[in-house]
Nanobody
Framework: VQLVEFGGGLVQAGDSLRLSCAASGGAFSDYAMGWFRQAPAKEREFVATISWSGDSTYYHDSVKGRFIISRDNTNNTVYLQMNNLKPEDTAVYFC???????????????WGQGTQVTVSS
């Protein structure tokens, strides 16, 4: 499965941004999808995940109530709607595919190259 992220950019605190991740080369609806992020000099951390059907979602506490993960299995795309962005959300955001709806990086087998999100104060 190949994954390509879109939608990163430079925004101000309080703004919204929507990331997209397009999948190809595999049965997209067979996979749970996740978003992770990595800030400079920090470990890559879990942000959100969604089950293959879209019925189950989980979020890191720091983004609950602000971010929404969704998917379109017809168009092989997963989204991350990010609202009320904060400077601490600044990071490279990665999408990932795995067989389980999980929060650990180890459970995801396929990764995109990432897209930069920068939030200015």
């Amino acid at each position: 499965v190949q994954l390509v992220e879109f939608g990163g950019g430079l925004v101000q605190a309080g703004d919204s941004l929507r990331l997209s991740c397009a999948a190809s080369g595999g049965a997209f609806s067979d996979y749970a999808m996740g978003w992770f992020r990595q800030a400079p000099a920090k470990e890559r951390e879990f942000v959100a995940t969604i089950s293959w059907s879209g019925d189950s979602t989980y979020y890191h506490d720091s983004v609950k109530g602000r971010f929404i993960i969704s998917r379109d299995n017809t168009n092989n795309t997963v989204y991350l709607q990010m609202n009320n962005l904060k400077p601490e959300d600044t990071a490279v955001y990665f999408c990932a595919a795995g067989l389980w709806t999980a929060t650990s990086r180890k459970e995801f087998d396929f990764w995109g190259q990432g897209t930069q999100v920068t939030v200015s104060s």
